[in-house]
């Protein structure tokens, strides 16, 4: 008698459960349908010397390389963007608006900055691969200000900015 109640009990529980379980199989299938959107882009006005923020790239001492502060944002679709300083020490610079996804480690090139203090818009929407050593800056940009394994989720424009003060996104450490 009692392993027919349990049989019964088990074939209702699986009648009346299954709904639930194929309705939340829905919800789960919608959430990962949904492809990833990359929200409209705007460009920033043009840098400024007194906002520009250092970072350091590996052991190289003859390139500076800075982020405009005021042109840095997080955008609703998780890219964090920036306006691009690379200083030479012959005195080459070349500007540029640029994004990098932390999601899939990948960066984009959105426009070059001009002599005459003005934008060209990149012709292409590609995402590019961040690969790369010590020497790199997106690379560097990528793994210890950005998007630190370990470490808080830059969520605003002002944490971005904190971070790249301080030099780099320490790793939270664990219990």
């Given amino acids: 008698m009692r392993a027919i109640k349990f049989v019964l009990l088990?074939?209702?529980?699986?009648?009346?459960?299954?709904?639930?379980?194929?309705?939340?199989?829905?919800f789960d299938d919608e959430e990962e349908a949904k492809?990833?959107?990359?929200?409209?882009?705007?460009?920033?006005?043009?840098?400024?010397?007194?906002?520009?923020i250092p970072f350091q790239v590996g052991v190289r001492f003859d390139t500076?390389?800075?982020?405009d502060g005021?042109?840095?944002?997080?955008?609703?679709?998780?890219?964090?963007?920036?306006?691009?300083?690379?200083?030479?020490?012959?005195?080459a610079r070349n500007i540029s608006?640029?994004?990098v996804r932390c999601d899939t480690g990948e960066r984009r090139f959105y426009a070059a900055?001009?002599?005459?203090?003005t934008w060209?818009?990149?012709?292409?929407?590609?995402?590019?691969?961040?690969?790369?050593?010590?020497?790199?800056?997106?690379?560097?940009?990528?793994?210890?200000?950005?998007?630190?394994?370990?470490a808080a989720t830059l969520m605003d424009a002002e944490s971005v900015r904190a971070v790249l003060r301080k030099g780099g996104n320490p790793r939270e450490s664990g219990p």
Avoid: M, Q
Avoid at 36 to 46: I, M, Q, Y
Avoid at 64 to 67: K, R
Avoid at 113 to 117: E, I, Y
């Fill in 70 to 91: 005021n042109s840095v944002s997080v955008g609703s679709d998780g890219v964090i963007r920036f306006t691009l300083i690379v200083h030479s020490s012959a005195g």
């Fill in 10 to 26: 088990s074939v209702l529980w699986g009648v009346f459960s299954f709904p639930f379980l194929s309705v939340a199989a829905e």
């Fill in 35 to 52: 492809p990833w959107k990359e929200a409209e882009v705007g460009l920033p006005d043009f840098p400024s010397d007194e906002n520009l």
């Fill in 97 to 99: 608006y640029e994004g």
């Fill in 120 to 150: 060209a818009k990149a012709r292409g929407k590609r995402w590019i691969k961040i690969n790369g050593g010590s020497n790199n800056h997106y690379a560097e940009l990528y793994a210890n200000y950005f998007c630190t394994v370990g």
């Fill in 64 to 67: 500076g390389f800075f982020i």
């Fill in 113 to 117: 900055g001009r002599l005459d203090k």
